[in-house]
């Protein structure tokens, strides 16, 4: 042998260490894709929350702005644009708040599709109805 190249022994061991890698890199994408999801309810739910709240202060009237949300929950501007559904990119999800005072809609949709090729699409509504998609 004239001592060029790669040996048949060293490209498989390449490639069964190229193996183990993506082995342990699937499992982390899948945890964080669902503690992605996890967030989103999180957040729709305090926004629910006050926004029942503040209907609860104010002789059942909701929120109109954004401005009024926070009066309840500070992070408002973080998940909502504005009143109007706009959208708010956070955390891999993209928020949608509509506020009146006769109600709202907070909606959160990934970014991008998870692993399987579809992301849940979750929405929160007056009474605070959290629904998946």
């Not at 503040?54 to 992070?75: C, M, N, Q, R």
């Amino acid at each position: 042998m004239s001592g060029k190249g790669f040996a048949m022994v060293e490209i498989i061991i390449i490639l069964m260490i190229i193996v183990l890698l993506a082995v342990i890199a699937v499992p982390y994408l899948t945890t964080s894709e669902k503690a992605s999801a996890i967030t989103a309810r999180e957040a729709l739910s305090k926004l629910s929350v006050a926004a029942e709240n503040y209907a609860t202060f104010h002789s059942g009237a909701y929120p109109a702005s954004v401005i009024e949300l926070t009066e309840f929950i500070a992070s408002a501007g973080s998940y909502c644009a504005n009143a109007t559904g706009a959208i708010t990119v956070s955390g891999g999800y993209s928020y949608s708040c509509t506020l009146g005072p006769g109600g709202y809609v907070f909606s959160a949709s990934p970014v991008m599709a998870d692993s399987s090729g579809s992301g849940a699409t979750y929405t929160v509504t007056t009474g605070g109805v959290l629904t998946p998609l």
